[in-house]
């Protein structure tokens, strides 16, 4: 027998028998196993020839080879042409995930930014899903990163309101927006609609990638500022120009405009990585990345294709989300194939560049760069970590695989020296050089609502004012009041997008006994005690109580050792610390005699007898 004659069966699968009856049309075909599950989902020209590709005697592939022995049954679909076959296999494949296929993992919505336009003070907002509400969408966003990112920076080139309605409604008084300069105040008259509406006109433009036609406005606006001596008004102008400026040189496409995606695939080490840069209106709105499964084996092209079928193809935000032109690092084995089905999913046409030149060539590159970059991050780091993240995105059901989480705990003793910490968890594991500790200081003792509030709110405000940056979660030591007390801090500061995860752990405090609660939902969750996504929680959540444990003892040390002395007139921070110094701590203090208090620099024979009385009162 030929190498090119089929095997005679495949584990009870009769493959001769098949073959000969199987049709030479377009069409899709499924393998089963002996339970009746869908082990592979492909697409074929011609069926016959396809199939039987698979039961030769000699096989290259070991992956092929493996999947053809658990083979019992093929079902075959004939199609009317070869792209309907190509629509077909995406759908099947996104219904039946078969262990054999390279998949995506499933596809949440992406964010937009929107704007009630429709309002006299319009505001701006992160959003997903349904767009029903009336107004404008600004997006596709690559992820909720971009849209906070880009949010963030709106407010301070264009200050725009982003508060809620609710929020906005009720207030008798500016918010902390405007005393950092992120808002104008229409919630209590501070603008007028037409120097409002000029902000939005411009912010308008920014989203919709004419920077260059901001400048210019923003240009005649200062010079006749200026002329009729508004010099304040100038500077904000000015100001303004220069940050723009200073924005274009690292975001945009020099003399490239219009929308398109740029995709790159690496592959190695039994892994693959798809990068996306998604640019629009000529600008880089950030990008994402995709670590498909079952992709051990698959070479960059095979990997390729299957995300453009998988990605496009009933895309999840419908026709108008996928560009007239998607940029490709290198050619898929079946580019007019996939180029004639994406167009018919979009209802236009949708050019897969893979020759270009310029700017554009510059920017596959990158995408290139990036994923051959993420890959071997995610090589060099091959521990159970990243399944953590992957597995808390699931087992909470969130729309982004979270790439950096913070955690909060309070820690105190019956109310003394409260200490709030706040540590940082990326794909890497810990990033220790994000933590950082708070001395609570406005609050009542005991008071962990309190406490928390101001935490947040220092931490947050910070990060509004361009310090630092935001995580994709929050983890908080408490249940449902602590998220309230969470959800209120990001309301005021006009945060959103960014889920808040409570951890209540139940009166024993038992490890797999803990109750989630998140932002936006009433019931509580459970995790199986053996989910990785909770073995993560427990890990952020134990180091944010070390953290914050340490900070408490510390201060708490701190202030029994010099409170006393604090409170003697005369005694300042270098005459304490003399004191300290010079009698080896506070209990030598106690019990040193007046001369010999007398005798640490700085200390007169009359404070050291008032140093004397305050630790032997009576003599």
Avoid at 407 to 432: L, M, N
Avoid at 502 to 509: D, H, L, M, N, T
Avoid at 515 to 523: D, I, N, Y
Wanted: aromatic share 6%; proline share 5%.
């Amino acid at each position: 027998m030929s190498e090119e004659e089929p095997q005679g069966e495949a584990e009870g699968f009769d493959a001769r028998a098949f073959l000969e009856r199987v049709t030479e049309r377009p069409g899709v075909y499924r393998m089963e196993n002996a339970d009746g599950e869908v082990i592979y989902v492909g697409k074929a020209r011609n069926l016959k020839r396809r199939l039987s590709s698979y039961f030769r005697r000699k096989v290259d592939s070991p992956k092929t080879r493996a999947m053809v022995s658990h083979i019992a049954n093929v079902e075959v679909t004939v199609t009317g042409s070869e792209a309907e076959a190509l629509i077909l296999e995406n759908n099947l494949i996104k219904r039946y995930r078969p262990r054999y296929n390279v998949l995506l993992r499933d596809d949440k919505s992406y964010p937009y930014i929107y704007l009630s336009s429709q309002q006299r003070f319009p505001r701006l907002a992160f959003h997903r899903g349904a767009r029903r509400a009336k107004g404008r969408y600004f997006g596709p966003y690559p992820s909720a990163t971009a849209v906070r990112e880009t949010l963030s920076l709106l407010q301070k080139l264009f200050p725009v309101r982003q508060c809620e309605d609710t929020f906005f409604n009720n207030r008798s008084r500016p918010c902390l927006q405007y005393q950092i300069q992120r808002c104008t105040a229409p919630c209590v008259g501070y603008v007028d609609e037409e120097r409002y509406a000029e902000d939005v006109e411009h912010a308008v433009m920014f989203l919709e990638g004419k920077s260059n036609a901001v400048i210019d406005d923003l240009v005649g606006r200062m010079e006749k500022a200026s002329a009729d001596l508004e010099f304040e008004a100038a500077a904000r102008y000015r100001d303004q120009i220069a940050q723009l400026r200073k924005l274009q040189q690292r975001q945009s496409i020099s003399g490239e405009g219009g929308d398109h995606d740029v995709v790159a695939v690496a592959a190695e080490g039994g892994m693959a990585c798809v990068q996306v840069f998604v640019i629009r209106g000529g600008n880089n709105l950030g990008n994402r990345t995709w670590f498909p499964q079952h992709s051990d084996g698959a070479d960059t092209g095979e990997v390729l294709e299957a995300f453009l079928a998988q990605h496009y193809l009933d895309h999840a935000e419908g026709a108008q989300a996928i560009p007239p032109e998607i940029l490709l690092a290198e050619e898929p084995p079946e580019r007019e194939l996939l180029e004639e089905a994406i167009s018919e999913q979009a209802g236009r046409r949708v050019r897969l560049a893979t020759r270009v030149r310029g700017e554009r060539a510059r920017w596959v590159e990158l995408a290139g760069t990036n994923a051959r970059t993420a890959l071997e991050s995610r090589l060099a780091a091959r521990t159970n970590l990243f399944e953590r993240f992957q597995a808390l995105q699931e087992g909470l059901d969130l729309p982004d695989l979270p790439r950096r989480i913070e955690g909060f705990d309070i820690s105190h003793t019956r109310g003394e020296s409260p200490v709030g910490a706040c540590v940082v968890f990326d794909h890497s594991g810990p990033v220790k050089d994000a933590y950082r500790r708070y001395n609570i200081r406005d609050v009542e003792p005991g008071d962990d609502y309190g406490a928390l509030r101001e935490v947040l709110t220092r931490r947050y405000t910070k990060v509004k004012r361009g310090e630092g940056e935001l995580p994709d979660a929050i983890l908080i030591d408490g249940g449902r009041g602590q998220v309230n007390v969470a959800e209120g801090v990001l309301e005021e500061l006009q945060i959103t997008g960014i889920p808040v995860i409570g951890i209540a752990k139940g009166p024993e405090r038992k490890a797999g006994e803990e109750t989630l609660f998140l932002s936006g939902r009433e019931a509580g969750l459970i995790l199986p005690p053996d989910s990785p996504g909770l073995h993560l929680i427990q890990q952020i959540d134990g180091e944010a109580h070390r953290f914050a444990i340490g900070g408490h003892r510390q201060r708490r040390a701190k202030s029994r050792n010099t409170s006393t002395l604090e409170d003697i007139p005369g005694v300042g921070p270098r005459k304490r610390q003399a004191l300290l110094q010079q009698l080896g701590g506070l209990q030598g203090v106690t019990r040193a005699g007046v001369e010999e208090l007398a005798r640490v620099p700085g200390i007169s024979d009359e404070l050291a007898q008032r140093i004397f009385d305050t630790f032997h009162p009576g003599g």
